[in-house]
């Protein structure tokens, strides 16, 4: 039971770190986004004109973005940079309900209602993280064709974020199952 606690433990301290990182890396890609559109000149002056001018590819939980032999327009990067904050704030509440579970969940039962809400935001966040991406790529669609650049890019979006969410709120019928078992043994105690 002892090594169960620690292995407890320290699952909880990854999941909050993870949790931190992904706040912290939300608010970084945020400033980006805003400092590309607002101080162009500076944001390219901290990059070599190698950088700025190379192919590459930007990559966030499948929200992915090519582009070829070119500068990358402000305004791509800047809706690429708010999008893909979003969805690692996405990723920070899912850690954020997760670390809650765990939590209530070591001095009682995990069959709560309070964990059963928990569950199914995860499951509501998993399935909004794909939703975002996509409606994003649809917008930086639009955008590169108005700048002149959409021959120049490529995107794409995966779509496991959203099976992911679907298992998530099957397992919360389940958990739900469990709390009204557990209220009606307690009427027969």
């Not at 912290?24 to 004109?49: D, E």
């Not at 992911?164 to 099957?170: K, P, R, S």
């Amino acid at each position: 039971m002892i090594k169960n606690r620690t292995i407890q433990k320290i699952a909880r301290v990854l999941v909050k770190i993870v949790e931190i990182f992904h706040w912290v890396g939300a608010a970084l890609l945020t400033a980006a986004g805003i400092c590309r559109l607002v101080l162009p000149q500076m944001v390219n002056s901290l990059m070599s004109y190698d950088q700025v001018q190379a192919e590459g590819v930007m990559d966030i939980y499948g929200f992915t973005i090519e582009f070829m032999d070119h500068a990358l327009p402000a305004a791509i990067f800047t809706i690429y940079c708010l999008g893909s904050a979003i969805m690692m704030a996405m990723v920070a509440m899912i850690c954020r309900y997760t670390f809650q579970i765990m939590q209530s969940s070591e001095s009682a039962t995990p069959f709560t209602t309070e964990n059963v809400d928990r569950l199914k935001w995860i499951g509501y966040l998993f399935l909004a993280i794909p939703v975002t991406g996509l409606v994003f790529s649809a917008v930086l669609m639009l955008v590169s064709q108005m700048t002149g650049s959409s021959d120049l890019l490529e995107m794409s979006m995966n779509m496991d974020g959203f099976i992911t969410g679907l298992i998530v709120l099957c397992l919360t019928q389940y958990f739900a199952y469990g709390v009204s078992l557990e209220k009606e043994t307690e009427g027969l105690i």
